[in-house]
Structure formats: C-alpha cells, structure tokens
Nanobody, 126 residues
Framework: QVQLVESGGGLEQAGGSLRLSCVAS?????????TSWFRQAPGKEREFVAI????????FYANSVKGRFTIAGDNAKNTLYLQMNSLKAEDTAVYYC??????????????????WGQGTQVTVSS
C-alpha cells in the first residue's frame, strides 16, 4: 500500500511559478505505478493535469497546462514533481497526486486511480 504526501502549494501571483512535490512511502517503488497530478477547483469536478511515465520518461499533459507545466519523477527519492510556470488565475485549485495500476488505459479518468494524497492548495491571484 502506497501513501502519498503532497507539498509545495501556496499563494502566487499570475505569471509566477510554484513547484509541487509528492513523496511516496509504503515500500513499493513509485515507478511501479501510473502516477499523475489532478486538480479540483471549487464547484468543479476533479480534472487531469499530467501523467509521468516512469519507464519511458515521456509525459502527457492536459491542453490547459501544456507548455506551462512540467511533470517529472525522481526514482531515487520516490518523488513526483509538478513545476508550474506562467500561472493563471484559472489554475487555482487543490492539486492531488495520484497513483494507480501501471496498466491504466484511461489515465485522464480519476476513477482509474486507487491511491491519493491529501491535496495541496494552489491559489493564483490576478
């Protein structure tokens, strides 16, 4: 059973940057899972942000963050990162780290993931 703990959220001005971290513990290497970032704004459904493919290192991003956000993983530290640049007010949300079976097909669907962190709040002021 993997436990996920996010950190790095906060208040930032539009155009600024933040880096989120998600540390995994529980014995199983993070790289054994499909690992993604999701976010949920007030009154909205949880939405996919990005996935990191540990074997290939090739990421995939939601169109809304492509070109501004970068997802990366550090195997030695069992940590997943999300570098967020050129932040916009619409990026304001609680950001969640998620892990699921490596065989996930619909990786943008939150229901495919069975491990979640507690979330970290990101607020972008315009």
């Amino acid at each position: 059973q993997v436990q996920l703990v996010e950190s790095g959220g906060g208040l930032e001005q539009a155009g600024g940057s933040l880096r989120l971290s998600c540390v995994a513990s529980g014995g199983t290497p993070f790289s054994n899972y499909a690992t993604s970032w999701f976010r949920q704004a007030p009154g909205k459904e949880r939405e996919f942000v990005a996935i990191f493919r540990w074997r290939s290192g090739v990421p995939f991003y939601a169109n809304s963050v492509k070109g501004r956000f970068t997802i990366a993983g550090d195997n030695a530290k069992n940590t997943l990162y999300l570098q967020m640049n050129s932040l916009k007010a619409e990026d304001t949300a609680v950001y969640y780290c998620a892990a699921g079976p490596r065989t996930i097909r619909e990786f943008t669907d939150a229901r495919e993931y069975n491990h979640w962190g507690q979330g970290t709040q990101v607020t972008v002021s315009s």
